[in-house]
Every structure is written in structure tokens, then in C-alpha cells.
């Protein structure tokens, strides 16, 4: 058999498709400006076609005044809101932070304040259900942040950030009220990251299934 058979995963062409949709799809996840290599590559089209097409999208969206446009910055292109409608997103966004947060996710914030730096499946084995929704929000509200990362096992660490001491009126950790002795020290519980990632404490009575936090990730819709 041809060695450069086509059924060969090592020879095959990367996939071919429509241009400017593909374009769209590829700017519309980027959080960083992609040059027309980049994309040219992700699309598989030839980077010529590629910069035509790029600049005749960025193009029609003026034309049409849609609310985002495609700009070219840092050498490379990425959709951005346009100024007109700046208002609209700031109002969203403030609106969006001055949510309430649910009980779940008033637990899970508990949980990374007393037990600093934390990783999630340790907050999960905590709380008993999986926490990855709630962490996310957490996260996007400036109230929890990364703080390095576990030496033993690698993991994210968690941490609560200024923000959380000013939306609590704390102006340190040394004012939480003493509730750290009514939690589990981490002594006593089987750590999950060495369990496996697809471990999970049972669900306690009342509380979400484990896999099941997926709806509290959208907490801040609520009131």
C-alpha cells in the first residue's frame, strides 16, 4: 500500500470550509487579535483569500451598522463592540454585577473565604455537588481569583480578591466571623484530586445532583 495513502491521519488535508462563515466562527471565540496565517490555517483557505475576505466583512458590517465591528489591530483582526452602542453593554455589565448572587453560590464563596486558596474539587467535596458553574460566576464577579497552583497535585487554587472584602465592607480577612471550626478540615476528607477528576461526593438531602450545578452557573440572572 502507497505509503501517502490518503486514509493515512498523518497525510489528510485539514478540512476546507465556506470562508466567511468560518471566519466568523473562528474571530466570534478569539479572545486575542488573530493574524490571517492563524485563520487562514483554522479555515483552510489560503491566507490571500483569507485577508480579501476579512476585510470585506469588516466592510459589511459598517455598511449594515451592526452593533459589533471587525477590526484590524496587533497584526491580526477581532470582532469588537462598536462605540455607538458602548452605553448598552456598560449598563448590561453593571446591571449584571449588581445581581444577587443565590444561596449556592453564597455557600461556595464561603467555603474559598475560610479555606484559602482552594481548589475546586476541594470546594466541591466541601459542599457536596459539583461547584464548576458557581466558581465560573464567582470568577467573572471579581469576587474569587486564581492564586496559584497546588504543589502536590497541580490544581487551580482559589482565593477571594479585594472586591469581595469591599462587597462585604471587610477591610481584611482577619473580620470574617469565626465559622472556620464548623468546617471540615481537609485532614479528614479524601482529597478528590487524587481520587480522580470523575470522583464526586454524593449529593446531600436538598441540595443539586452532582454534574447538576450547570444551572446555578446562571445565578446572577436571579434575583
Same mark, same amino acid.
Given at each position: ?6 486514509? =493515512? ?16 466562527? *473562528? ?8 493574524? %490571517? ?22 466592510? $459589511? +458590517? ?17 470582532? +469588537?463592540?462598536?462605540?455607538? +452602542? ?24 464561603? *467555603? ?19 461547584? =464548576? ?8 464577579? @471579581? ?10 497535585? @497541580? ?15 471587610? $477591610? ?27 470522583? *464526586? *461526593?454524593? %449529593? ?20
Amino acid at each position: 500500500m502507497d505509503e501517502t495513502d490518503a486514509t =493515512d491521519p498523518g497525510t489528510a488535508e485539514a478540512p476546507s470550509y465556506p470562508l466567511r462563515p468560518a471566519l466568523e466562527a *473562528v474571530l466570534m471565540v478569539a479572545d486575542q487579535p488573530l493574524d %490571517a496565517l492563524v485563520l487562514a490555517s483554522a479555515v483552510g483557505h489560503p491566507p490571500a483569500d483569507v485577508e480579501v475576505a476579512l476585510v470585506e466583512l469588516a466592510r $459589511s +458590517y459598517d455598511d449594515e451598522e451592526r452593533g459589533f465591528e471587525l477590526r484590524q489591530v496587533a497584526g491580526g483582526w477581532r470582532f +469588537y463592540t462598536r462605540e455607538a +452602542y458602548a452605553g448598552a453593554v456598560e449598563r448590561f455589565v453593571l446591571e449584571g454585577q449588581q445581581a444577587r448572587l443565590t444561596q449556592a453560590a453564597l455557600e461556595t464563596m464561603a *467555603v474559598v473565604a475560610y479555606r484559602q486558596p482552594i481548589s475546586r474539587a476541594r470546594v466541591s467535596g466541601i459542599r457536596g455537588v459539583n461547584v =464548576d458553574g458557581v466558581m465560573r460566576t464567582l470568577v467573572t464577579r @471579581g469576587l474569587v481569583a486564581e492564586a496559584g497552583a497546588d504543589n502536590e497535585t @497541580g490544581a487551580i487554587l482559589y482565593a477571594t480578591t479585594p472586591y469581595f472584602l469591599e462587597r462585604m465592607g471587610l $477591610s481584611s480577612l482577619d473580620e470574617l466571623p469565626d465559622l472556620a471550626p464548623f468546617l471540615p478540615e481537609m485532614s479528614e476528607m479524601d482529597d478528590p484530586e487524587e481520587l480522580g477528576a470523575t470522583t *464526586v *461526593v454524593p %449529593a446531600a438531602a436538598g441540595e443539586t445532583a452532582p454534574g447538576d450545578d450547570a444551572n446555578e452557573e446562571n445565578e446572577g440572572n436571579h434575583a
